[in-house]
C-alpha cells in the first residue's frame, strides 16, 4: 500500500506519454489522408466501396502499429534497466530499503504494453480513416471540401467543450478516486487540444492586418497560407499544444512542489544541529547522553524525538513520533486547520495530539476529532489539536508531547536530538566539533548541520523526480519529433504551389521567409495554447492528483521563466521543420516543379 500511489504516477506519466503519442499518430495518418484525399477520390469514382478505403487505411494503420510496437517494446525495455535504478533508489529514499535485483521481463507485461500501442494506434487512426469513409467521391476530389472552417470549428468546440466540462464534472464529484483524478486530467488535455485549429485560424486573422498595413506582402502571404491549409496546420498544432501542455504543466507541479518542501524545511529545521541514530530500529540513546549534549559549551537547547510505528488492528501501521521540545522548535509546525494560542498548552498538558495533513486526509480528521489507536496499554482515544503540513512521508505521523506519550506507551528512549546553539560566527561548527570528539568518536551517529539537512532532503527530492524529468523529456523528443516530420511534410507537398510563386517573380529569400512565416506562425499558435493548457494541468496536478495520491497539499508557483521556454519550445520546433523545405526550395527547379503535377 505504501508504493500504490509511487505506482499509480509512474503508471500515469506512461499513459500521458502514450497519450502524446497518440496524437501523432492522429496526426499522421491524418495528413496521409487529407494529402491522398484526391487519390481516395478517384478510388471511389472508379467504383471501390467506402468500406474499401477504409480498410485500406485500417490495413495500413495496422502496419504502422505493428512496427511502432516492436520498435516501442524494444526501446521500453532498454529504458527500464535505465529507470531501474532510480525507481529503487526513489523507494528507498521515501518508503524503505528494497533488496537490489535485476530487471525482468514479464510476458503479461509486454503484452498488454503490445496490445495498448496496437489500441492506441487503431483508435488514432480511426477518426481520420471513418471521415474518409463517410466522405463522398466528389467531396474527396474537391479541395475546398477539406477547409470548410465553420463546420470544423463548431465540431471541434463542441468536443472540447465536452471533454472540459466532464473532466470538472469527474472532479467535482470524486473526492477521493485517483483514477477518476487521472481520468480527469486526460480529458482536460484531449479536449483543450481541440481548441488548436480555433487557435491557429484566430491567430492567423489577427497577424494578417498588421502585416498588410505595414506592407509586408510575403509576411501577409504565410499568414493567410496558415488558415488555408488549416486542415494539416491545425492537426500538427493540436499534438504540439499537448506535448508542450504535458511538460509545461508537469514542470509546474515540480516547482510548486520543490518551492512547498523548501519553504517546509525552513520553517521546519529551527534548530542548529540534528543527531540521529543510523537506522529507525538501532538503540535509544544510552542513558546520560542527553545531559552530555546540555554541557556541551554554546548549546543553549535540546530537543529529542523518537518515531516509533504501532500495529493497529483497525488503522493498520501507524507512524508516532513522541516530540520533546522548545517552544521555539514547536513554532516550527505548519499548522493547516485548528491550533489557537493555546496549542502549545493543550500538546504538551492537554493530552491532544498534533498529526500530519496526509494522516489527516488518510482517516478524514478534523480539529477536535478523536482517533482510536491500540496503545501498550490497550485502546486509546487521542484528540486532534491541529493539523501541520509535513512533506516526511505520505503515510503519515501522530505527534505526541512526552507527557501523552508516557500515559499510553511503555517508557523508550529517544533515537534523535537537535541541538539550538547560542549566536556567534562559528559556535555550530565548533559545537558539532565538540561532540564529534567527545561523543561520537566511533562515528556510530549521524550529526548535520542545518545546511547539510536541508541540502541532502533537497537533494532526495531532485533524485525522487528524475524518472519524471525522463519521461517528460522523452515524450517531447518523440513530440517534437513527429511534429517536425508533419509540418516538413506539408512544405514539401506544397512544391508545385511554391514554383508557381517563384515564377511569378517571388525570391529565394522571400520563399524562405514566408516558409518560416507559416511554421513559425503554427508553432506560436501551438505554443499560446499549451501555456492555459499546461496551467490547467499543474492545477489539477497540485490541488487534487497530488492530494488524491500523497495527501500533501502546497501553494502553486507560477514560474513566467518556464512559461516562456514552452513557447519558446513550441516555436522552436516549428521553426525546425522549415528548415529542411527552405534549403530545398533555394535550389528548386522552377520549370521541373511545374511540370511535376
Request: with cysteine.
Amino acid at each position: 500500500d505504501m508504493t500504490r500511489a509511487f505506482r499509480i504516477n509512474l503508471t500515469a506519466l506512461a499513459m500521458l506519454a502514450l497519450v502524446i503519442g497518440l496524437f501523432l499518430v492522429f496526426n499522421s495518418v491524418g495528413f496521409q489522408v487529407v494529402r491522398r484525399r484526391p487519390l481516395f477520390g478517384l478510388f471511389r469514382a472508379l467504383g471501390v466501396t467506402a468500406n474499401g478505403v477504409l480498410g485500406y487505411l485500417a490495413a495500413e494503420a495496422a502496419v504502422v502499429a505493428s512496427i511502432g510496437v516492436a520498435s516501442g517494446l524494444l526501446l521500453g525495455v532498454a529504458l527500464s534497466r535505465v529507470l531501474y535504478a532510480m525507481v529503487t533508489g526513489t523507494i528507498d529514499a521515501l518508503y524503505f530499503d528494497l533488496a537490489q535485483g535485476v530487471v525482468t521481463l514479464d510476458p503479461l507485461t509486454l503484452a498488454k504494453s503490445a496490445g495498448l500501442g496496437a489500441a492506441a494506434t487503431l483508435l488514432a487512426a480511426g477518426v481520420p480513416a471513418l471521415e474518409a469513409r463517410r466522405t463522398p467521391p466528389r467531396g474527396l476530389l474537391l479541395r475546398s471540401s477539406q477547409e470548410s472552417p465553420r463546420a470544423r470549428f463548431r465540431g471541434w468546440a463542441i468536443f472540447s467543450a465536452l471533454a472540459v466540462v466532464a473532466s470538472l464534472a469527474i472532479v467535482w464529484v470524486t473526492s477521493q478516486s485517483l483514477v477518476a483524478a487521472f481520468i480527469a486530467l486526460f480529458l482536460l488535455i484531449i479536449g483543450a487540444a481541440g481548441l488548436a485549429p480555433i487557435v491557429v485560424a484566430g491567430l492567423s486573422r489577427l497577424c494578417e492586418a498588421p502585416a498588410s498595413r505595414l506592407g509586408l506582402p510575403v509576411a501577409a502571404m504565410a499568414v493567410r497560407n496558415v488558415r488555408a491549409h488549416l486542415s494539416r496546420t491545425g492537426v500538427a498544432a493540436v499534438a504540439l499544444s499537448v506535448a508542450v501542455a504535458a511538460t509545461l504543466g508537469v514542470g509546474l507541479m515540480i516547482d510548486s512542489f520543490r518551492t512547498s518542501v523548501e519553504n517546509w524545511l525552513k520553517n521546519y529545521l529551527r534548530a542548529d544541529i540534528y543527531i540521529s541514530m543510523p537506522q529507525n530500529d538501532a538503540p535509544a540513546f544510552a542513558s546520560g547522553f542527553v545531559d552530555a549534549l546540555r554541557r556541551i559549551d554554546g548549546v543553549e537547547g535540546v530537543s529529542l524525538g523518537r518515531r516509533m510505528t504501532i500495529e493497529d488492528p483497525v488503522h493498520g501501521p501507524v507512524e508516532m513520533f513522541l516530540l520533546d521540545t522548545t517552544r521555539d522548535g514547536f513554532a516550527g509546525f505548519q499548522i493547516k486547520s485548528g491550533g489557537g494560542n493555546d496549542l502549545w498548552r493543550r500538546f504538551t498538558e492537554g493530552g491532544e495530539v498534533l498529526v500530519s495533513e496526509p494522516f489527516a486526509r488518510r482517516f478524514l480528521l478534523a480539529p477536535g476529532d478523536a482517533i482510536e489507536l491500540l496503545t501498550d496499554r490497550g485502546p486509546r482515544e487521542f484528540t486532534v489539536a491541529a493539523v501541520y503540513y509535513d512533506y516526511s512521508t505520505d503515510r503519515g505521523v501522530v505527534t505526541l508531547s512526552p507527557e501523552t506519550f508516557a500515559r499510553a506507551f511503555e517508557p523508550r528512549g529517544y533515537r534523535a536530538a537537535s541541538l539550538y546553539v547560542a549566536d556567534g560566527s562559528g559556535v555550530a561548527a565548533h559545537v558539532l566539533a565538540e561532540f564529534e570528539r567527545t561523543l561520537n568518536a566511533d562515528g556510530v551517529l549521524y550529526a548535520r548541520s542545518n545546511r547539510e539537512l536541508r541540502e541532502a532532503s533537497l537533494a532526495i527530492f531532485d533524485r525522487t523526480f528524475e524518472v519524471t524529468g525522463i519521461l517528460r523529456v522523452l515524450a517531447i523528443v518523440v513530440a517534437i519529433t513527429g511534429i517536425v516530420s508533419a509540418l516538413m511534410a506539408l512544405q514539401l507537398e506544397r512544391a508545385r504551389e511554391y514554383a508557381m510563386l517563384r515564377a511569378i517573380g517571388l525570391t529565394r529569400a522571400q520563399l524562405g521567409r514566408q516558409v518560416f512565416g507559416e511554421t513559425g506562425l503554427t508553432g506560436l499558435a501551438a505554443g499560446l495554447l499549451a501555456v492555459p493548457i499546461g496551467l490547467a494541468l499543474s492545477v489539477l496536478l497540485i490541488r487534487v492528483i497530488n492530494v488524491r495520491s500523497f495527501g500533501w497539499s502546497m501553494q502553486t508557483v507560477v514560474d513566467p521563466w518556464l512559461i516562456a521556454q514552452a513557447i519558446a519550445l513550441a516555436v522552436a520546433a516549428a521553426l525546425a521543420a522549415g528548415v529542411y523545405p527552405a534549403m530545398r526550395f533555394r535550389a528548386f527547379d522552377v520549370a521541373q516543379g511545374l511540370r511535376n503535377d
